[in-house]
């Protein structure tokens, strides 16, 4: 597609739950990463895929938090037994390539919140 | 371990005055850094970048960075402010070696420009 798709775009959800974010990112890229934006925090790495290589996931909080990347394209970030503290906007990013000096391209996010 | 330091939450400044939102860096190795741009409900935009080269760097909407090797800053600049400038600014490092592709992102600096 044009850009990074996320979905959905707004989650409310209770403590306990499992829930599930979606990310489609730019046709042809193959760097994926997830970001997590809290108030006052700036943004968290979380994850992220290069290609068909093993995923970094030194940026995963808790064990609660799991990613996977089917067929090196569509992304899903899974946070189970959700708890208050988990309440951010989720980020997605592309970029062409594996590589510090490349500009990621983000998606507008998924607004999770947690009561 | 890579890190960012934006040392002010907000900046206010008027309309048509100069600029300038604050950055310094800490990496191991020659550092890849970025600003980023996030209106209201809206994701990352990438403003500019400096990889290696001239260490003035221009990049959209006027905003210009200066690449400070022994201060190790990289602060962000416009000679005349616009209302629509008004927005979360976030700046990133990254570098070459030992996984340091990662983006690691300061706090933000909200600037707010009035008439």
């Known amino acids: 597609g044009a850009g990074v798709s996320q979905s959905p775009s707004n989650k409310v959800t209770e403590k306990g739950k499992d829930v599930e974010l979606r990310c489609d990112p730019i046709?042809?890229?193959?760097?994926l990463y997830w970001y997590r934006q809290s108030l006052g925090q700036g943004l968290e790495f979380l994850i992220y895929?290069?290609?068909?290589?093993?995923?970094?996931k030194s940026g995963l909080p808790s064990d609660r938090f799991s990613a996977e990347r089917t067929g090196g394209s569509v992304s899903t970030l899974t946070i189970q037994r959700t708890q208050q503290e988990d309440s951010a906007v989720y980020l997605c990013?592309?970029?062409?390539?594996?590589?510090?000096?490349?500009?990621?391209?983000f998606g507008a996010g998924s607004r999770l919140t947690v009561l | 371990a890579q890190s960012v330091a934006q040392p002010e939450d907000q900046v206010n400044v008027a309309e048509g005055n100069p600029l300038t939102v604050k950055c310094t860096y800490s990496?191991?190795?020659?550092?890849?850094l970025f600003w980023y741009v996030q209106y209201p409900n809206r994701g990352l935009q990438f403003l500019l970048k400096?990889?290696?080269?001239?260490?003035l760097v221009k990049g959209s909407y006027g905003f210009e960075a200066e690449f400070n090797k022994s201060q190790t800053s990289f602060h962000l600049k416009k000679p005349s402010a616009l209302v629509s400038d008004s927005a979360l600014y976030f700046c990133?490092?990254?570098?070459?070696?030992?996984?340091?592709?990662?983006?690691?992102f300061g706090t933000g600096t909200q600037l707010k420009v009035e008439l």
């Open positions: 990013a592309s970029s062409p390539q594996f590589s510090g000096a490349n500009v990621l391209t």
């Open positions: 046709s042809g890229h193959t760097a």
């Open positions: 895929f290069q290609g068909n290589s093993a995923p970094d």
């Open positions: 990496v191991s190795g020659n550092p890849y």
């Open positions: 400096y990889i290696t080269g001239d260490n």
């Open positions: 990133a490092v990254s570098t070459l070696t030992g996984g340091g592709n990662k983006l690691t």
